[in-house]
């Protein structure tokens, strides 16, 4: 007996070690506390003062203030953003967290009443805007597709994978891991991408959006397979699409067109550089046929589709992928933005509708209607905002952290 007890008491000395165990500790400098304090997630490396601990990437670190105040815990990583906080405290970061962020994130979108019957395809964690940098989180009917874009994050990928499956009232039976492309190289090249627990017995699954039926590929496609970002914007493009000419650029796999044509559009032609987006794009027609309207799909290359295509539209759809994905390239997102959108420009019929977006997080609003006015006076076209667009409720934006904020599009009125 006493040999059960002695084992015992090691036990629960050892269990005690590594709950007091202190985490690696980022110093700031005087005042840079501030944005801290302020919410921000972010912690760049001319705040740092000093680092005790020499952390790893991707390892749990406790931020002092330079009063030696515990004022947050976070991932660090080596470069530009030396932690990205996921709580504004001294935190223990296991199963239990983890298990009450996913689950208020999935309470966060079942509070809009959202109607899973018409709609099983959407965002369940959004990085910066669910308290979880780094993190973002797809959910496909009975799939979740977890996406790390920081290493920290992927070293917990297990349990985030078990808080997803104990998400009350949800459907969610399979977790896949897609990561390897957005992480740094040298971490990327140590690790696949690949189904966490049991595997789903496809690579691809049929989903509703607002009743439109979707092929989505998680693993062929691009982001996490769809871009569910639009929902919103392609359900607004519903609203104008009957009786009319149509063009949907920059394609993908057919969102905004399915929606055009399901909604009564006289004639819908879809582009994309990518044939395999076309075939996608093709295939999600058929699903959802039939069709009062014609659709053609073409792979192609969208500017120079512009550039030979004599054929004009009752609306234009322009939704090109992110030009710039950081502030040295923003100049040439600009200039590229503004050739696009004043060969669309051209391509609108007078008393027509142009849908145009830009994703790149570093082009912001201002600057993105900016461009599209340079674009308009290139064309020789007048033209009237009628609709802002951005993303969706799934795609919550915390008020402390504007730059979550990266979608933004307009709709005009062109002369």
Same mark, same amino acid.
């Given at each position: 007996?006493s040999?059960?007890?002695i084992?015992?008491?090691?036990?629960?000395?050892?269990?005690?070690?590594?709950i007091?165990?202190?985490?690696?500790?980022?110093?700031?400098?005087?005042?840079?506390?501030?944005?801290?304090?302020?919410?921000?997630?972010?912690?760049?490396?001319?705040? /740092? !003062?000093?680092?005790?601990?020499?952390?790893?990437?991707?390892?749990?670190?406790?931020?002092?203030?330079?009063?030696?105040?515990?004022?947050?815990?976070?991932?660090?990583?080596k470069?530009?953003?030396?932690?990205?906080?996921?709580?504004?405290?001294?935190?223990?970061?296991?199963?239990?967290f983890?298990?009450?962020?996913?689950?208020?994130?999935?309470?966060?979108?079942?509070?809009?009443?959202?109607?899973?019957?018409?709609?099983?395809?959407?965002?369940?964690?959004?990085?910066?805007?669910?308290?979880?940098?780094?993190?973002?989180?797809?959910?496909?009917?009975?799939?979740?597709? *977890?996406?790390?874009?920081?290493?920290?994050?992927?070293?917990?990928?297990?349990?985030?994978?078990?808080?997803?499956?104990? *998400?009350?009232?949800?459907?969610?039976?399979?977790?896949?891991? @897609?990561?390897?492309?957005?992480?740094?190289? !040298?971490?990327?090249?140590?690790?696949?991408?690949?189904?966490?627990?049991?595997?789903?017995?496809?690579?691809?699954? +049929?989903?509703? +959006?607002?009743?439109?039926?979707?092929?989505?590929?998680?693993?062929?496609?691009?982001?996490?397979?769809?871009?569910?970002?639009?929902?919103?914007?392609? @359900?607004?493009?519903?609203?104008?699409?009957?009786?009319?000419?149509?063009?949907?650029?920059?394609?993908?796999?057919?969102?905004?067109?399915? !929606?055009?044509?399901?909604?009564?559009? @006289?004639?819908?032609h879809?582009i994309?550089?990518?044939?395999?987006?076309?075939?996608?794009?093709?295939?999600? +027609?058929?699903?959802?046929?039939?069709? +009062?309207?014609?659709?053609?799909a073409?792979?192609?290359?969208?500017?120079?589709?512009?550039?030979?295509?004599?054929?004009?539209?009752?609306?234009? *759809? /322009?939704?090109?992928?992110?030009?710039a994905?950081?502030?040295?390239?923003?100049?040439?997102?600009?200039?590229?933005?503004?050739?696009?959108?004043?060969?669309?420009? @051209?391509?609108?019929?007078?008393?027509?509708?142009?849908?145009?977006?830009?994703?790149?997080?570093?082009?912001?609003?201002?600057?993105?209607?900016?461009?599209?006015?340079?674009?308009?006076?290139?064309?020789?076209?007048?033209?009237? *905002?009628?609709?802002?667009?951005?993303?969706?409720?799934d795609?919550?934006?915390?008020?402390?952290?504007?730059?979550?904020? !990266?979608?933004k599009?307009?709709?005009?009125?062109?002369?």
């Amino acid at each position: 007996m006493s040999h059960f007890l002695i084992l015992s008491d090691i036990n629960k000395i050892h269990s005690i070690t590594i709950i007091m165990k202190e985490n690696p500790t980022i110093i700031l400098r005087k005042g840079k506390e501030t944005p801290v304090k302020r919410f921000h997630p972010w912690i760049f490396s001319g705040a /740092v !003062y000093k680092t005790l601990g020499n952390p790893s990437d991707g390892e749990i670190v406790t931020v002092k203030d330079a009063n030696d105040n515990i004022i947050a815990t976070g991932h660090y990583n080596k470069g530009s953003i030396v932690v990205r906080i996921i709580a504004f405290c001294e935190q223990i970061i296991d199963q239990q967290f983890w298990n009450g962020k996913i689950q208020k994130a999935w309470d966060k979108r079942k509070i809009t009443n959202f109607e899973l019957h018409k709609t099983n395809c959407f965002r369940l964690v959004h990085a910066e805007g669910d308290g979880l940098p780094g993190l973002i989180i797809d959910i496909y009917h009975k799939i979740a597709i *977890i996406q790390c874009h920081s290493i920290g994050m992927h070293l917990d990928k297990k349990k985030i994978a078990d808080a997803i499956l104990n *998400i009350s009232g949800s459907p969610i039976e399979f977790i896949y891991d @897609k990561s390897k492309e957005v992480l740094p190289q !040298y971490y990327a090249k140590t690790i696949e991408n690949d189904y966490i627990g049991a595997p789903f017995p496809s690579d691809r699954i +049929e989903v509703l +959006e607002n009743g439109h039926t979707f092929y989505v590929n998680w693993v062929a496609g691009q982001k996490t397979g769809f871009f569910l970002d639009q929902r919103d914007n392609r @359900k607004l493009l519903g609203s104008y699409a009957q009786g009319k000419t149509i063009l949907n650029t920059f394609c993908y796999s057919g969102g905004f067109s399915i !929606y055009a044509l399901g909604n009564k559009a @006289k004639e819908v032609h879809s582009i994309d550089v990518s044939q395999k987006a076309i075939d996608w794009t093709n295939k999600n +027609e058929e699903l959802n046929h039939p069709f +009062e309207g014609e659709h053609q799909a073409h792979a192609q290359d969208v500017m120079q589709f512009f550039k030979t295509n004599e054929q004009t539209y009752d609306i234009v *759809i /322009v939704d090109p992928p992110a030009f710039a994905k950081n502030l040295k390239k923003r100049h040439n997102a600009v200039q590229g933005y503004k050739r696009l959108n004043a060969l669309a420009f @051209k391509a609108v019929n007078p008393g027509g509708l142009m849908f145009t977006f830009s994703c790149s997080q570093v082009v912001d609003s201002v600057l993105f209607q900016n461009t599209i006015v340079a674009a308009a006076l290139e064309a020789g076209r007048k033209a009237s *905002i009628i609709h802002r667009l951005s993303q969706p409720f799934d795609h919550p934006v915390s008020l402390f952290h504007p730059e979550g904020s !990266y979608l933004k599009g307009l709709v005009l009125y062109v002369e």
